[in-house]
């Protein structure tokens, strides 16, 4: 089996770290070495202990670079890489005005086809190796992305969007034949290979009372699959549900009604949620996902994180292209640390690089294959230069630390900093 050694400074986390001084929360290697063996990582540690495990293998020396897992993205809509940066909206009408034709593009296969590559390249140039994806409601947008995904040996999760009212024809499916479509999807794709599927409630202005209980039966006949919504982003929206499910308790309780909530629920945005809805989340383990740069975009909120988790609740952080504006999670994470301190938090880069690695890994119940460089883990991986642009290097004169090395990267980095990206052991950028 092909065996290739990579040569940088390793980074990597073992648990989520308490604050600056937590350097045991990770290990950094220096003089580091991957071993890459069959789409995974055969051996980990110093370059000259790993170079004596494989003395023949070819060396692909990234020094001085940095090493990371690939960066994991768990809330992004496939078919609105043409909606970023759609000007005037708040989330109903950007919805209306803007998202909804572009996504009945994807009733067509030869579109949703003619996108997939597209996408997944805007992902991996950006150092993304997994996604949580949504596609529209047509099958076909599912099944392009899953065929294209599995060409790549990527992992992804994915499902269509169930979407049956408050919305036009070109978008519109029935709770029937949302269940159906979905079933057949999860038949097709779950856990093939990479793959997995997520049943995709789009979110409870779009879904009526029988679709989300049609969700709530395909979530139940398939426990090990994903589930992913929105709740709780802006205002008008959170008023329409409550017009819309007059007997529900609040926003949450039309998705725990359905039987929707578990570990296994990514609900993104959770900006203005009620304390009932917090608790329950907690207590269910559903994932809070915070959206920096569409919520900033949309005007939607600030997402309270330290909130949230001190009640107990697990969080993520993702991209939301096309609410979001940018595929970068290094920009994720610097509009984040933005919106964060408008509410006097001030995220420490060691928190925010676990974040978008290991955090989004443990988000997603995937931490055991991906989100680590741990040995026996997937081989998904992001090479950062932090001398990328001129304006680094300027900064980077004046940093001594990686903890300063890692902000500026934050900060600065964007898409420029990813030097390379391995998806399954093989580099793709
Ligand atoms: N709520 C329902 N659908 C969407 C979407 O596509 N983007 C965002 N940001 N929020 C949503
Ligand atoms: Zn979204």
């Known amino acids: 089996m092909a065996e290739r050694l990579l040569r940088g400074r390793l980074l990597s986390f073992r648990r989520r770290p308490e604050g600056p001084e937590?350097?045991?929360?990770?290990?950094?290697?220096?003089?580091?070495?991957?071993?890459?063996?069959?789409?995974?990582?055969?051996?980990?540690?110093?370059?000259?202990?790993?170079?004596?495990?494989?003395?023949?293998?070819?060396?692909?020396?990234?020094?001085?670079?940095?090493?990371?897992?690939?960066?994991?993205?768990p809330h992004i809509h496939f078919p609105q890489l043409q909606v970023v940066a759609s000007w005037g909206a708040e989330l109903l009408d950007w919805l209306e005005t803007y998202t909804f034709p572009a996504e009945a593009a994807y009733a067509d296969p030869a579109h949703a086809q003619a996108m997939a590559d597209p996408f997944l390249d805007?992902?991996?140039?950006?150092?993304?190796?997994?996604?949580?994806?949504?596609?529209?409601?047509?099958?076909?947008?599912?099944?392009?992305?899953?065929?294209a995904a599995e060409r790549r040996g990527m992992r992804l999760i994915a499902g269509k969007v169930m979407m049956d009212r408050n919305c036009p024809e070109g978008v519109r499916d029935t709770a029937q034949a949302s269940y159906d479509d979905s079933k057949a999807l999860i038949g097709r794709w779950h856990g093939r290979r990479r793959l997995g599927y997520a049943i995709s409630p789009r979110f409870s202005v779009t879904s009526s009372a029988e679709q989300l209980e049609a969700a709530g039966a395909l979530a139940a006949?398939?426990?090990?699959?994903?589930?992913?919504?929105h709740i709780s982003e802006n205002h008008a929206e959170i008023a329409a549900v409550k017009r819309l499910f007059p007997d529900a308790r609040d926003y949450l309780d039309t998705y725990?009604?359905?039987?929707?909530?578990?570990?296994?629920?990514?609900?993104?945005?959770?900006?203005?949620?009620?304390?009932?809805?917090i608790a329950r989340i907690a207590e269910t383990g559903a994932r809070a996902v915070f959206c920096p740069t569409s919520n900033l975009f949309l005007?939607?909120?600030?997402?309270?994180?330290?909130?949230?988790?001190?009640?107990?609740?697990?969080?993520?952080?993702?991209?939301?292209?096309?609410?979001?504006?940018?595929?970068?999670?290094?920009?994720?994470?610097a509009e984040g640390y933005k919106a964060l301190?408008?509410?006097?938090?001030?995220?420490?880069?060691?928190?925010?690089?676990?974040?978008?690695?290991?955090?989004?890994?443990?988000?997603?119940?995937?931490?055991?294959?991906?989100?680590?460089?741990?040995?026996?883990?997937e081989a998904d991986l992001v090479v950062l230069d932090p001398f990328a642009t001129p304006a680094m290097r300027l900064?980077?004169?004046?940093?001594?630390?990686?903890?300063?090395?890692?902000?500026?990267?934050?900060?600065?980095?964007?898409?420029?900093?990813?030097?390379?990206?391995?998806?399954?052991?093989i580099p793709v950028t």
């Not at 006949?221 to 919504?229: A, G, M, V």
């Not at 330290?306 to 920009?331: C, F, K, N, Q, R």
């Open 256 to 277: 725990e009604r359905a039987g929707l909530l578990g570990p296994q629920l990514l609900l993104g945005h959770c900006l203005h949620l009620e304390p009932r809805e």
């Open 22 to 73: 937590d350097t045991a929360a990770f290990d950094y290697i220096e003089d580091g070495a991957l071993l890459l063996r069959g789409g995974q990582i055969a051996a980990r540690g110093d370059f000259a202990a790993v170079r004596r495990k494989a003395p023949e293998a070819p060396v692909t020396d990234h020094r001085p670079h940095l090493i990371l897992p690939g960066f994991i993205d």
């Open 299 to 333: 005007g939607s909120g600030l997402f309270d994180r330290a909130g949230l988790e001190g009640a107990g609740v697990t969080t993520a952080v993702a991209t939301d292209i096309g609410g979001g504006t940018s595929w970068s999670m290094l920009d994720t994470l």
């Open 341 to 377: 301190a408008l509410r006097g938090e001030r995220l420490h880069p060691f928190e925010t690089f676990h974040w978008a690695t290991r955090g989004n890994a443990e988000a997603l119940g995937l931490v055991d294959r991906i989100g680590t460089l741990d040995e026996g883990t």
């Open 221 to 229: 006949e398939h426990p090990d699959c994903h589930r992913q919504t």
């Open 122 to 147: 805007r992902l991996v140039e950006h150092g993304t190796t997994t996604a949580a994806v949504y596609c529209s409601s047509h099958a076909c947008s599912a099944e392009a992305l899953f065929a």
């Open 395 to 425: 900064r980077m004169d004046r940093a001594e630390t990686l903890a300063e090395e890692l902000f500026v990267l934050q900060v600065m980095g964007g898409r420029a900093a990813v030097a390379a990206t391995y998806v399954d052991g």
